[in-house]
Each structure stands twice: as structure tokens, then as C-alpha cells.
């Protein structure tokens, strides 16, 4: 599996960003032998990894973790994305999609064996 995030970039606080990840494989879709969650994670300089959000195979999702952020999926075109809006200056990471293992809704990192390289978000003035 391998996974391609992008969409980072430089913005002022306020402003948006959409982030994506594609998926090689069809792994996407909601059925059983394919359909595990999938998360946005983030680190900033210096910090641990947090989860952002989660959803699962079919849908179900958990963004509780920062409203401001929403996350969805096209399984046609096996990709996550991250709509951000209202950025703050905190928001400032290196965002990562990764792939659980499992299919319900998770926010251990240890849950999720496939991860991303990663895409710069910077928020300032």
C-alpha cells in the first residue's frame, strides 16, 4: 500500500486548505476485506504525532478531535481528504494520511500500519 499526501502549503490565519491522499489499490471501498479506516494525523516541530480525524470504510466518521476540519473520502477515486478551514497559526504541522488496520474507528497510531510522507501546512501572517 502506499499512500501520497498533498495540498500543503502556506496560508494566513483564516484561510483554507484541502489536503489529499491517494491509495494505490482499491482499498477504499466499504466491504469487508478492504474497507479499514483511515486518518489524518499531524506533528508539529517538536511535538507527538495527534490524530485530526478519522473515518471508516463506509463512511462513518469521527472529527471531534478539531471541528474546524472536515474529513471525507471518494472511493472511486481511492483518496481521503481534509478540508481545513479557519487556520490557525497552531495548526502549523506536517500532515500525514495513514491506513488502519482494522475496519472501526481508531485514533491509536499503533492502529495504523500504512502512513504517508507526509505535506507541509504552515499558517502565519
Known amino acids: 500500500v502506499q499512500l501520497v499526501e498533498s495540498g500543503g502549503g502556506s496560508v494566513q490565519p483564516g484561510g483554507s486548505l484541502r489536503l489529499s491522499c491517494v491509495a494505490s489499490g482499491d482499498i477504499l471501498s466499504g466491504d469487508t476485506t478492504s474497507g479499514h479506516a483511515m486518518a489524518w494525523f499531524r506533528q508539529a516541530l517538536g511535538k507527538e504525532r495527534e490524530i485530526v480525524a478519522t473515518i471508516t470504510g463506509i463512511g462513518n466518521y469521527d472529527q471531534s478531535f478539531e471541528s474546524r476540519f472536515t474529513i471525507s473520502r471518494d472511493n472511486a477515486k481511492n483518496t481521503l481528504y481534509l478540508q481545513m478551514n479557519n487556520l490557525k497559526p497552531e495548526d502549523t504541522a506536517v500532515y500525514y494520511c495513514?491506513?488502519?488496520?482494522?475496519?472501526?474507528?481508531?485514533?491509536?497510531?499503533?492502529?495504523?500500519?500504512?502512513w504517508g510522507q507526509g505535506t507541509q501546512v504552515t499558517v502565519s501572517s
Open positions: 495513514a491506513l488502519s488496520t482494522q475496519m472501526a474507528l481508531t485514533s491509536d497510531p499503533s492502529d495504523y500500519d500504512a
